[in-house]
């Protein structure tokens, strides 16, 4: 990307999540479009989504959370 920062979030259907990001239907992301999907993690439950959504988002150093996103990438 070339801002250079990640979009993390939970969601049902992430092609459809990508495109309204990209359309700039999400008011936090519209002013650092394109966004391009680099991984992606099923979940069982929205709860067990929302567990790992707040551990990644809690992750300061950007090393360590482009290394988490490695584990799970697609």
Same mark, same amino acid.
């Given at each position: 990307?070339?801002?250079?920062?990640?979009?993390?979030?939970?969601?049902?259907?992430?092609?459809?999540? =990508?495109?309204?990001? #990209?359309?700039?239907?999400?008011? !936090?992301?519209? !002013?650092?479009?394109?966004?391009?999907?680099? %991984?992606? *993690?099923?979940?069982?439950?929205? !709860? +067990?989504? %929302?567990? +790992? +959504? *707040?551990?990644? *988002?809690?992750?300061?150093?950007? =090393?360590?959370? +482009?290394?988490?996103?490695?584990?799970?990438? #697609?």
């Amino acid at each position: 990307m070339k801002h250079g920062t990640y979009y993390i979030g939970i969601t049902k259907n992430i092609k459809n999540r =990508v495109a309204l990001h #990209n359309l700039g239907r999400a008011r !936090s992301t519209k !002013s650092r479009r394109p966004w391009k999907l680099i %991984a992606s *993690k099923a979940a069982s439950t929205r !709860s +067990e989504a %929302a567990i +790992e +959504e *707040k551990r990644l *988002k809690t992750i300061k150093k950007r =090393v360590l959370l +482009e290394n988490a996103i490695k584990t799970f990438q #697609n």
